[in-house]
């Protein structure tokens, strides 16, 4: 999958771009607030329909604007796609090969990304909704329908957990557990079984950026079963705290309270790991969601790297970029210094360099 060009107007501090990539490595340079997470945000944007940054609508939109577009040509193996992303105030508009579309669903897997950001550190160590947001975002890019799915769940949560606060009887509760019994029983199967198949990927790729010195592992709070298993054990569980929950006006079981472990050598890393196990863990789990999608679909999404160099240290920066130049694939850094960056990078890689919202193709400055 490679993103051909990248076409801009009014997006936030971009006025205008018309960006054509390299097929491999393209660096994203520049000072600090010039821009550089904003061109990647809108690429980010193309696979996604939101930003990775939480941002709504009208804040995509430079400031003296009303309206802003973004669009782009990507290619899937032999095919090429237009897709378009009309921003307003209070909404956008998304187009496919020139026609709207009307369902998230149904625009997700045309540009699959696999997204990088600082910020998502504070998901190993933090609560678990970051590390199950990190889990529901990976198996989406895989399956789109997933999304239906959540959104389901979700629906059926909030009504049920607003019976309960109402003090419902049984009766009325009964098919809104049913529902989330159903549904949330389902997630949860999705979710063992991706991780199943992404765990041989991501202990491969933890291996090669710690040099060999360690080994990791996931865990999901749940212990993997049979669907049907999984939902007898979910309504079970649901059973045994029936009194609790009417107490609370809260549910208390499902895959909205299920909890990702990240362990390294056998322990936990939010108890034990170190900020370098933190970086090279999240980085081996973003590279094994690339090589799953490479398994899936026959080729390579994209990968889009904020940041990254000032994130590792040398070592691990080294083998996280051989690990990249030792695949087929197209990559998207940021970085505020190129002479950070490993020297076939720099030989590799095509520059663009970001000033003041402009964007402009150029040469590494090497320090």
Not at 52 to 76: C, D, M, P, S, Y
Not at 195 to 222: D, M, T
Not at 333 to 344: C, F, G, I, K, V
Not at 362 to 367: D, I, K, M, Q
Request: some cysteine; aromatic content about 8%.
């Amino acid at each position: 999958m490679i993103l051909e060009n990248l076409k801009l107007r009014c997006y936030r501090n971009l006025t205008e771009a018309d960006i054509a990539w390299n097929e491999h490595f393209n660096i994203i340079y520049g000072q600090n607030a010039q821009g550089k997470t904003n061109l990647l945000e809108a690429i980010y944007l193309l696979g996604h329909l939101k930003s990775f940054r939480g941002a709504r609508g009208n804040e995509l939109i430079n400031h003296a604007e009303e309206t802003a577009w973004v669009g782009a040509v990507v290619t899937q193996g032999v095919v090429k796609h237009r897709l378009e992303i009309g921003l307003q105030k209070n909404g956008r508009n998304p187009r496919i090969d020139g026609k709207t579309v009307q369902k998230l669903s149904q625009f997700l897997g045309y540009f699959r990304t696999v997204l990088f950001t600082p910020e998502e550190l504070s998901n190993v160590k933090g609560f678990p909704a970051g590390r199950r947001a990190l889990l529901d975002r990976a198996i989406l890019q895989t399956e789109p329908a997933y999304l239906d799915r959540v959104q389901e769940y979700d629906r059926v949560l909030r009504q049920r957990n607003q019976l309960l606060k109402q003090q419902a009887d049984d009766f009325q509760l009964a098919p809104w557990t049913e529902a989330l019994v159903r549904t949330g029983s389902r997630i949860r199967h999705d979710r063992q079984v991706y991780l199943k198949r992404l765990l041989p990927h991501f202990c491969q790729v933890y291996r090669e950026i710690g040099g060999g010195q360690e080994s990791a592992g996931l865990n999901y709070s749940i212990e993997q079963m049979p669907l049907e298993q999984l939902t007898a054990h979910l309504a079970g569980a649901l059973e045994r705290l029936a009194l609790r929950e009417k107490k609370l006006g809260l549910t208390l079981a499902g895959p909205h309270r299920d909890d990702l472990d990240f362990l390294v050598e056998g322990r936990s890393l939010r108890a034990f790991g170190s900020q370098g196990q933190q970086r090279s863990f999240l980085l081996a789990f973003k590279a094994a969601q690339v090589m799953d999608l490479e398994v899936q679909f026959k080729e390579p999404p994209v990968l889009l790297l904020d940041d990254l160099a000032s994130e590792l240290d040398n070592r691990r920066q080294e083998g996280f970029f051989n690990f990249l130049l030792n695949r087929r694939g197209q990559v998207f850094l940021t970085s505020a210094q190129t002479p950070l960056l490993t020297e076939p990078v720099l030989q590799t890689g095509s520059f663009f360099k970001v000033d003041q919202g402009m964007v402009t193709a150029t040469s590494p400055e090497r320090g």
